[in-house]
């Protein structure tokens, strides 16, 4: 096994990472990475990487990319430049950002980073919600596998739940998340939910790491777009459109 050596990720800001042989992966989620992405089974790992905080927003900024998606091609040129520097000559093929779905909150359940929250964006402790996944890289690497993290859920112990009284959409009172409300909120004029989420602000873990204003209106307004596109009408016959943005748990 190679050494792992993170710290080039780390100084970009994709400060979570997890390394997972593709055999220990639970055996439906393995079947399916294989079966729409690695039929011929060239690649031994999957390698997941997520930020968290604002440290990648600010080295995205300072890269100054002429790119209608900064953030996915800054984390997918720094992982790229990372993983040929640490297994040279290996194959690698990056399975998230892309237009097919790919498990995210399952395989960041497995590596401890997601416990659910009211409002379906994942929390760990310390980080809060500040945090997002950026990039699923199918490898023939043979590096270290990562051990989960291990923390209580923030949200068991949250008596008071100031996420769900916060929510102009009422989207948390029910039973569960009520995704319509939500939506048809957030595309109202009058929305104070339209560059940010007004529930994620009212979360009191992880406040000192929260996004910056710049950041929160680029994430809301690509989420934002993601469903508008998703609301309009194709047409007779025709497909909906599926934006990458809006298959992403967190930002």
Known sequence: MSANDFAALDRAGLNLQAVFDLDAL?????????????????????????????????????????????????????????????????????????????????????AGWHHPTPFMIGIQPGWGTWYAYRLAMLADSDLVPTRPLRHAPPCASCAGRPCVAACPADALAGEGFALERCIAYRRRDDSRCKATCVARLACPVGTEHRYDEAQLRHTYAISLRAIEEYCADPGPGAPRPVHRAAKAPGA
């Open 26 to 110: 639970p055996d439906e989620l393995a079947a399916d990475l294989r079966r729409r992405f690695d039929p011929a089974g060239r690649y031994r790992q999957l390698i997941l990487l997520g930020h968290a905080g604002r440290t990648l927003w600010t080295a995205v900024q300072a890269a100054s990319l002429a790119s209608a998606d900064p953030i996915d091609d800054f984390s997918v040129a720094t992982a790229t430049a990372w993983f040929a520097e640490r297994c040279p000559g290996r194959a690698w093929r990056i399975v998230y950002p892309g237009d097919a779905p790919v498990g995210l909150q399952a395989l960041g359940k497995l």
